[in-house]
């Protein structure tokens, strides 16, 4: 992968419930708006089935602004049973997720996108760093 399309974000141990700072998630959401504002999509539970409440699971974590903006720029996503349904495995993207099923897995790998993947800890403080770090070196011109 040498370049983003688009990105896809989970919520729940990644954009809350997870051990990095607040202010560090804020930074990643920041720079994807900055870089990626038109390339942003849900991929939670807080989103499926056409509906979004993803907005609302935000609401009272991160600030107020931020969360409106989010609720007009972040696009959603339609999926029923693996997240994978709701991602373009023709673009160049980054999923940022806690948790990938086997059979999310499989998907990525059939598709040779696996690499699309990446993976959040929420149990490391340094999480939100890492992956903002991840996404500024495809950025680097
Ligand atoms: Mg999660």
Known sequence: MQKV??????????LRGTMSPKEDVVALLRYCLDNYGDSLYWLTTHCKHGINHAPE???????????????????????????????DLDSDFVWFDDTMFESEKQVLSANYVLDGFFQMNP????????ALLFLKQFNQD
């Open 5 to 14: 399309d688009k990105i896809y974000f989970d919520i729940d141990g990644v």
């Open 57 to 87: 699971a935000l609401r009272g974590e991160l600030p107020d602004e931020l969360v409106d903006e989010l609720k007009v720029r972040v696009h959603p996503t339609d999926w029923e049973n693996l997240k994978t349904e709701g991602i």
């Open 123 to 130: 149990r490391d403080p340094e999480m939100a760093k890492k």
